[in-house]
């Protein structure tokens, strides 16, 4: 499994949301600016954030962008989920009957291999679950940043 960049943005944008001084709402821009990464491509994380229900956003003149949620409430697993990155659907090419003649036994090794990699999924995202992004934060941090000065 390849975990792209986008997750590790998402996790610091809504770090940074956390972290904003009276929860006031951030624009793209000044998210984008702090994290030094193109305001386009962040703006396409903010968007699967906000349809995942992690974050709100306002289109006012002091609009933007705030989490939906406590950050104390946020979990690795629910950044993976609003990111569409939990279909971890094993394809087989179905190799195995090339090497085994008998089909039960091509069935019967094929239906391990699923087997083992939907149990280690199921950890996988069990353990990511546990992971509160409060964690990540100092005590008493959320909430005394102002991005936007």
Known sequence: MK???????????????ALQKDGEP????????????????????????????????SASKNGGYQLAWPIGAISIKDVFTALQ?????????????YIFP?????????????QAFHQAFAAFYDQLGQFKLDR???????????WAE
């Not at 975990?3 to 944008?13: D, F, R, T």
């Not at 491509?41 to 956003?57: E, P, R, S, V």
């Not at 990155?85 to 009957?97: F, G, K, R, V, Y």
């Not at 990540?136 to 102002?146: C, F, H, N, P, Q």
């Open 102 to 114: 008998d089909p039960n036994h091509v069935a019967q090794s094929e239906q391990e291999i699923s």
């Open 26 to 57: 951030l624009k793209s821009r000044v998210l984008s600016t702090h994290l030094k990464v193109s305001d386009s491509y962040l703006k396409k994380i903010l968007m699967k954030l906000k349809k995942g229900g992690l974050i709100a956003a």
């Open 3 to 17: 975990i792209n960049k986008s997750v590790e943005q998402a996790i610091y944008v809504l770090l940074i949301l």
């Open 136 to 146: 990540l934060l100092k005590d008493d941090a959320v909430g005394t940043v102002d």
């Open 85 to 97: 990155l939990t279909d971890d659907q094993l394809e087989l090419s179905h190799l195995a009957q």
